[in-house]
Every structure is written in structure tokens, then in C-alpha cells.
């Protein structure tokens, strides 16, 4: 199959594209870099912005599928009126951009990235692909992002990953959430009761790529660990991981003051369900936390 990927040079971007690569796809990754760093061998590279009309489109035609996983990064910085724009037209256009494109020709599948925002913050209900979205701000930026994508449908077959919190060595939230515990001052986020969707890295790659592979699976698509947990479970699996205490509590005042807007994103959550996914087959390398964190963390666990 020979699959274009956007968003190819990000965090889960790029090793999409080695997981394609190592799986004897062809890829062809869209970067803004004329000179992508952190693709694998073997991948080609097209620049372009998928945001705006470009030579980028006539490469997706000439492909058979697309992993579509553009956007600007959610919690870079506060949320002001401006970067709020850029991470609603970020996703929003470019998938407008890349569906109007799979709707016309080319690609018979669109996999395109979403996340569990969808469903807004919510207590301890358990939430499936068919639960109603939630009513915030990643709420309806998710709810247009995956109506861009659904512009495809009329000719491919569309499913919109709901991502949840990813864990990996390489970056995102777990490095951050670590160094509190390496100073020996980690702790979950106030009573730390908020549920935390989370995903190992290498099953987010596996449900991409068994996507891709699949023709059963279509619509949303939660990618999430059977196994949700609390924040204040999350601090102490790592805590237990670590050997290092995990009881020292983040005032979610810090937070605000520090975050503005974003500290509401980053101290709620939801109790995210991988229906879909496990009623299809999809077995997971990691359903449980603590292992995860174990292959994730076994270095730091050694010293």
C-alpha cells in the first residue's frame, strides 16, 4: 500500500511512518521542510503546508490511503485568542484540504487523527465511540475536525482516531509528568480524581495501522487503553515505577495561574472505552498501566 502521511514529521507522525515503512508499506510523508529530519529510510518527502492548495495534493491523489494527522500542538503554551485559532484551523482546514482531495480521486481510506477531547470533561461515565460530544473548546474543534474528514466519506472509508493521553519516552506529556518524581516531589493534580484516558505509544502505531489494514472499521475510532485510570492511579504507578514517593499533591491553582485556559484541559478528563476497537478484534500490547509504564520507564527503574 503506498499511504501519504501529514503531520509526518511530529511525535506520533514520524513513527507512524517508520511503523509503515517496517510493515513494507511505501510512504510519502508531507512536511513544511524542504529537508524533514526523523523520517526513516526509504520514506519520500513532499513539502507543503496541507492547509493551503499545493503540489502536495496531486501526491496524495497518486496514493492508495492517508493517515491525516496535521495540527498544532495543543498544550505548547496558553491558550490565547490567537493560538486557539491556529489549533481550531490547523486541523480543521488542512483536513478540509485533504478530504476534498480523497473525495475526488486517489485514496480509498482516510484515517485521520481526532482525540478524546471529542467528549468534553466528564465524571467517571464510561464512554464509547457512540457517546455525545462534549460542549468545550476541544470539544468543538474535535466535533469540526472529524466533519472535515467525513467530507471523504462519499468515496473512502473514514475513520477518525479519538487519541487519548499517548505514552512515550519520546515526547509528549510523560517526560514532563516524570520530573517532578525524578526531584522526589510527584503527585497526582489536586485530589487527582479525573480520569486519564492513556495510550502506550506502540498500540496508538498498531490501531493506525490495523485501521489502514482493515476494511470492517470505519467512523470513530477510540484509541485508548482498556484500562483508564485516575490521575491520582497514574501518579502513583509511576511513583511505584520510579521507587520515588507520589503523594505530593499539584494545586490546581498553580496550574491556572500558570496555564490560563489550557489548566482546564489539563486537570479534567474522561473515561474513554476502546469499544469499537476490541469488539473488532484489535488486541493490545499493553491494556494495563503499570506494565506499560514498565517497558516505557525500565532504565530509569534500573538506576
Known sequence: MHVFVTGATGLIGSAVCGALVAAGHRVTALSRSASPRGLPAGARSVQGDPAA?????????????????????VAAGRWTSERKRRIQDSRVESTRRVAEVVAGSGPSILVSGSAVGYYGPRGDEPLDEAAHPGGDFLAR?????????????????VVTVRTGLVLTRQGGALPRMLLPFRFFAGGPIGR?????????????????LWALETPTVSGPLNATA????????LARAIGRVLRRPSALPVPELALRLLF???SSAIATGQRVLPKKATDLGYRFRYPELEPALRDLLGRDERR
Open 53 to 73: 492548495v499545493g503540489a502536495w495534493q496531486e501526491a496524495l491523489a497518486a496514493c492508495d490511503a492517508c493517515v491525516h494527522l496535521a495540527g498544532e500542538p
Open 141 to 157: 474543534v474535535c466535533k469540526e475536525w472529524e466533519a472535515a474528514a467525513l467530507g471523504a466519506a462519499s468515496r473512502a472509508r
Open 192 to 208: 487527582g480524581e479525573f480520569w486519564q484516558s492513556w495510550i502506550h505509544l506502540a498500540d496508538e502505531l498498531g490501531l493506525i
Open 226 to 233: 482498556p484500562n483508564p485510570v485516575t490521575n491520582r492511579d
Open 260 to 262: 490560563g485556559e489550557l
